[in-house]
């Protein structure tokens, strides 16, 4: 299983250990294309403070964001799994997985980034800011700068199992699965169901969106579930107690769209 996670845009300080070292990143496919990036938005942000905040849709507030970026090549790291924080990875806790599900993660999840294109949870990597939805002045929108070199080194990273893909539209953008690798793709969609004046109402809640694909990324670990395509992922949510609604494709060659439902948020 491949389970192809968002980053967060808040992201825990650098580390204390060595810094960044390109080659050792997964997925070595997107090693030629992750070179051009680091180089653009390091001189970007060592140069004009006001242009790269603008390029990089920073506020005021986070102006130090920009020292941090031109700072990225000598920082210290940490595993990516630590320096991505926010809602999900709240939930996600991967610290406190026990050895078993730890290596489940190390394995599984796939972190995109507009930075380093994906990079697995156990990659040493600095604290940055750059999210897919930026354009860099020479290298254009990032989202398409990844698509080509994405197009062969996913299906390669997916292997022949299920791929559990939970990223936002904004990274999705990078890449599509196609042919028989979005056969055995799922999304999530997670829905709050409320009754108001006795009518069933459903919401997408950003927030509690988040938190619950994080619990549920945290249950398939922990429970050393091994769904091998889309039916079977849906077997084994409902066996972990989420009430889940599939919708298999009408056409092959497209992933399954699945809808996770509750009615509490926390």
């Not at 860099?136 to 698509?147: D, M, S």
């Not at 988040?210 to 091998?228: E, F, H, W």
Request: glycine share 10%; with cysteine; hydrophobic share 45%.
């Amino acid at each position: 299983m491949l389970v192809l996670l968002p980053p967060s845009e808040g992201k825990a300080a650098a580390g204390r250990g060595a810094p960044l070292r390109p080659e050792s990143l997964s997925l070595p496919g997107l090693a030629a294309a992750r070179g051009p990036v680091l180089t653009e938005l390091v001189e970007l942000c060592a140069g004009d403070e006001d242009k790269a905040r603008e390029v990089l849709g920073l506020s005021e507030g986070l102006r130090g964001e920009v020292a941090k970026n031109a700072g990225l090549r000598t920082a210290g790291t940490r595993p990516a799994g630590e320096i991505y924080t926010g809602v999900l990875y709240d939930a996600l806790d991967l610290a406190s997985l026990d050895p078993s599900a730890k290596r489940r993660a190390a394995r599984s999840l796939l972190v995109f980034s507009g930075l380093w294109g994906a990079v697995r949870v156990t990659d040493r990597i600095p604290s940055y800011r750059c999210s897919m939805g930026v354009k860099l002045p020479g290298l254009g929108a990032l989202a398409a700068y990844w698509r080509t070199p994405m197009a062969s080194a996913l299906p390669e990273a997916a292997g022949d199992g299920l791929v559990l893909d939970l990223r936002s539209s904004a990274y999705a953008a990078a890449w599509k699965p196609k042919g028989e690798v979005a056969d055995r793709t799922a999304t999530v969609r997670v829905l709050h169901s409320q009754v108001v004046d006795g009518v069933e109402k459903r919401s997408v809640v950003s927030h509690f969106n988040k938190a619950t694909k994080g619990r549920i990324v945290r249950a398939l670990l922990t429970g050393a579930a091994a769904p091998k395509d889309p039916a079977g992922l849906v077997e084994a949510l409902r066996d972990l107690g989420y009430v889940v609604e599939a919708e298999p494709p009408a056409k092959a060659g497209r992933p399954w769209s699945l809808d996770v439902v509750v009615t509490e948020i926390h």
